[in-house]
């Protein structure tokens, strides 16, 4: 614990904790739009969606952890702030529901041959996938603002 009162009581080290936060954010939503976009048809026709998802696996992974393990930090640094919050409740069951989609939905859409589900399916699992991981963001973002 007291890594978590050194990073609460410095000055840098709640903002330091936060930019990795955002910067793991960043990375995993990087790497699920393009795959996101991929899926759905919308450039990179010449590689398959389930190379693409293989060749940003790591980007995906390594920017969940990074996101996750700083969000833990930030969680311990004042769990009271956090425990009231509507928005950090919504993003949380968002979190949630955001990993099991990615693992247990698109995954299987993804690795599927090209074809072999209809566009507009495809086109829908995207949105799902690309609104519920922006929406993990924009209730992040909302903790500061919404009570």
Known sequence: ??????IRDSKYGMPTVQSFHLMGLMILLAAVLVVDLRL???GLADVAPSSLA??????????MTLAILSGILIFLGTPGK??????FRFKMATLSLAILFHFLVLRRFV??????HPRRVNILIACISLTLWFSVGWAGRAIAFVP
């Not at 614990?1 to 050194?6: D, E, G, N, T, V």
């Not at 956090?82 to 928005?87: A, E």
Request: charged share 10%; proline share 10%; aromatic share 10%.
């Open 1 to 6: 614990m007291q890594l978590i009162a050194l």
């Open 82 to 87: 956090y425990i009231g919050s509507n928005p």
């Open 40 to 42: 759905a048809g919308f």
């Open 54 to 63: 293989r060749q940003l696996k790591p980007w995906t992974l390594g920017g």
């Open 111 to 116: 690795a599927a041959e090209p074809g072999s």
